[in-house]
């Protein structure tokens, strides 16, 4: 019985506020037909790539991990045959019983494609092409939205939302939440110039989510190098980014590859500000260090993708990335000392700095008790929600300083903060926790 490659091509499109396009063909080609340099060929395959598409998106995958073959496609524009180009393995992350291969991102106009393999597989080949149309004069800035979420004073920076990018990429339907406790920076490896960066993030989700068969666009959040935010998996959502140890993690990517080309300016000021209001959300300073549970290192909470390649975590996939690219990773130091100079920090230090008083239990049911550890005398003590609206005020007697009960049981479950002024002139914000 002969072995057959099968070749399945995904024609799709998207364009704002329309329905996106899509026709799927299955196809097979025998093994046994090669060409004179000893490829095994598929079928010339008529193909209309015009500039109604801002460019074709093409991607492989194999059934099975670490299927040992090599992929190449050719197309014919304008009646010429193109170099060969070669697809390359995608090792980063979880596999999901795949073996990825992304190739490149084609913008010429092209009429047919035809696949290559070195050897026969008897497992399936999916090749895929994914095509966004052309936005034309469309703008992502009239597209810009802001959730203003947490209860800290740096401001969320305006993004491109789902449906800005693309209204027919679905986010995942039971996303697994986790509270950040870093932020991880990566670079996308391609794409450093284009007209329609949407559409870039729109093909990113495609071959996340087709391709490698993951539930979403890997990433929490992207940026181009325009400066423009995008929106990925979002908030609080576990993505897939951080070479299987994802939990307590927020993944941003710099669109572009940064190994030999510098970002712009653009791209580091919206970084370091999305980074100021990440840290200033979940209550940690950006040029500090701390234990990331899932990969048993000891992090800067501004660190790139390739510091996890020393994980002993047993989770670890890592293969060696040298995400973010030399460029971008070389100024982290600057990006994290940057966003913690932010003046909207200066609650999230002073709930770091040395405590003026304790808490217990904190998260608590209602009943808070709070024990004064500084001999300065507290004068009076507040409790604002998240949005930042006062929820409770007490003014405390001179024989308040040693301890104090707090009774908030009339308040509804979630995070608060607690804030503490004292006669000298000090203050102390401390987060708690209503359950």
């Given amino acids: 019985m ?6 399945l091509l995904i024609f799709a499109g998207f364009i704002a506020n329309a329905q996106d396009k899509s026709e799927d063909t299955f196809v097979t080609f025998s093994s046994t037909k090669k060409t004179v ?6 079928n010339v395959f008529p193909f209309s790539k015009t500039k109604e598409f801002s ?4 991607s492989a995958y194999a059934e099975g991990e670490n299927v040992d073959i090599k992929l190449s496609f050719q197309i014919t524009s304008h009646g010429k045959k193109r170099e060969k180009m070669d697809f390359k393995v995608d090792n980063h992350g979880q596999s999901l019983g795949r073996t990825a291969f992304v190739a490149t991102t084609v913008l010429d106009d092209f009429e047919s ?4 393999s070195n050897k026969a597989s008897s497992l399936p080949i999916y090749f895929r092409l994914f095509m966004p149309k052309t936005r034309g004069s469309q703008t992502i ?12 004073s740096c401001p969320q920076p305006t993004f491109c939302g789902r449906d800005c990018w693309c209204n027919t990429c679905p986010a995942d339907a039971t996303p697994t939440p986790t509270t950040p406790t870093h932020i991880i920076v990566h670079h996308s490896g391609g794409n450093n110039t284009s007209s329609d960066y949407a559409a870039v993030v729109a093909s990113y989700w495609d071959y996340h989510v ?11 959040w992207l940026i181009d190098p325009n400066g423009v935010i995008y929106e990925g998996r979002g908030d609080g ?9 994802n939990s307590n993690t927020t993944g941003i990517c710099v669109v572009g590859n940064y190994e030999d080309v510098e970002p712009s300016a653009a791209a580091l000021t919206s970084l370091q500000s999305l980074i100021a209001w990440e840290s200033c959300d979940k209550g940690f300073l950006p040029n500090t260090q701390s234990l990331h549970v899932n990969s048993e290192l000891n992090l800067y909470h501004v660190s790139g993708h390739r510091d996890g390649n020393s994980s002993p975590s047993a989770s670890s996939c890592a293969s060696g990335t040298v995400c973010p690219g030399e460029n971008l990773y070389i100024k982290l130091e600057n990006i994290r000392e940057n966003a913690a100079a932010f003046s909207c920090l200066s609650s999230v230090y002073n709930m770091h ?11 608590s049911n209602g009943i808070f008790n709070i024990n004064f550890t500084s001999k300065n005398t507290p004068t009076d003590l507040s409790v604002t929600g998240i949005d930042g609206k006062e929820m409770y005020f007490l003014s405390l007697n001179k024989n308040d300083n040693k301890s104090q009960s707090l009774n908030l049981e009339n308040l509804a479950k979630g995070v608060y903060f607690l804030k503490i002024n004292y006669k000298n002139g000090a203050s102390q914000v401390r987060k708690i926790v209503l359950k």
Avoid: E
């Avoid at 460019?55 to 093409?58: R, S």
């Avoid at 959502?237 to 140890?245: K, N, P, T």
């Fill in 2 to 7: 002969k072995n057959l490659i099968v070749v």
């Fill in 237 to 245: 959502v576990r993505g897939a980014h951080f070479s299987c140890m």
């Fill in 55 to 58: 460019f074709a998106f093409i």
């Fill in 141 to 152: 800035s009239t597209h810009l939205t802001t959730n203003n979420l947490g209860g800290c």
């Fill in 353 to 363: 700095s040395p405590a003026l008083f304790s808490i217990s239990p904190n998260p």
């Fill in 210 to 220: 087709n391709t490698r068969g993951w539930d979403d666009i890997g990433y929490n």
């Fill in 37 to 42: 340099d000893g490829m095994f060929a598929s």
């Fill in 113 to 116: 494609i035809q696949f290559f």
